[in-house]
Each structure stands twice: as structure tokens, then as C-alpha cells.
């Protein structure tokens, strides 16, 4: 039983280090708009897109980015954009999450959310890597109690 567990903690061990290991690649984000392809739109379909890495000297200068813009015309069409960001090439607030931002010339604003991790511009909600920790390590803790006191 204690063989047993060792195995187990190991490998929960390895998988976390493997799904929290970032290597020195460059970040890769989703880039399409809905005006191109519908497929880009609110209902977003990853799996018609392959994401791409965004081209700097390090991840730390870009983030993924997802631009939502209101409703426009008749038909209620809100334009979504997903791509990299190279950090500092507007004035907004960089910081990871949505933020409002007012687009030149339009009575409109749009919104802007940012995230950092690979393929993060898929959803209009951007989960923060302490989020996603918290998630696998309550998980992991509920399996081993299950498993340490099965009835």
C-alpha cells in the first residue's frame, strides 16, 4: 500500500511539473478575426485554428490577446480579434485580464483581454496560472483522500 502510494504521489508529481513547466519557446496564441472566418467568432473553434508562436526576443514581450468589439449594425455583429500583443505599443493596461479600451474616432470602446500563457486567447474569461494550480491541486488532493480512505 505504501509502494503504491510513492508510485502515485511520483507520478502526480511529474505530471504537475510537466503541465507547469514553461520552456524557452515563444509564446503561442490563436490569430484569426471573425470577419475572415466566422469560426473566430464568440463561439470560438480552436480546433480550426493552429495557434502560432509570436515573434520577439522572449515571451516577456508579448502577451496573447483577445479584442472584443460591441455590437454593430443591424445584425448585432461583434467583431472579435485574436493575436499577439507586443507589450507597451498602446496605452492601455497591460496586466493580465479584460480592460476597456476606446478605440480612435468611435463613440465605441472595445475590449481587450490579456493573458500569457500558450494558447490563452481562446476564451473571452482568462484563468490565471494561480487559478489553474489551485484547480489540479484540489483535485489531486480529493483523488488521494479517496484513495487513502476509500469508504
Known sequence: MV?????????????????HAKLAEALKCYHCN????????????PYQFVAQ????????????V??????????DWVGIIRSCYEMGSLSVNETNGC????????TTAAKLCFCDT???NHAMVTWS???GLV???SLVVSVLYHFVHPY
Open 129 to 131: 496560472p494561480a487559478s
Open 99 to 106: 480592460h476597456v479600451m476606446k478605440i480612435a474616432g468611435l
Open 66 to 75: 483577445l479584442q472584443r468589439e460591441p455590437p454593430t449594425g443591424k445584425d
Open 3 to 19: 509502494n503504491e502510494m510513492q508510485t502515485i504521489s511520483t507520478w502526480i508529481l511529474c505530471f504537475l511539473l510537466c503541465c
Open 118 to 120: 500558450d494558447y490563452c
Open 34 to 45: 471573425n470577419l475572415d472566418n466566422p469560426a473566430c467568432g464568440v463561439l470560438f473553434k
Open 53 to 64: 508562436p509570436c515573434q520577439g526576443h522572449s515571451s516577456r514581450d508579448f502577451k496573447c
Open 135 to 137: 484547480v489540479v491541486t
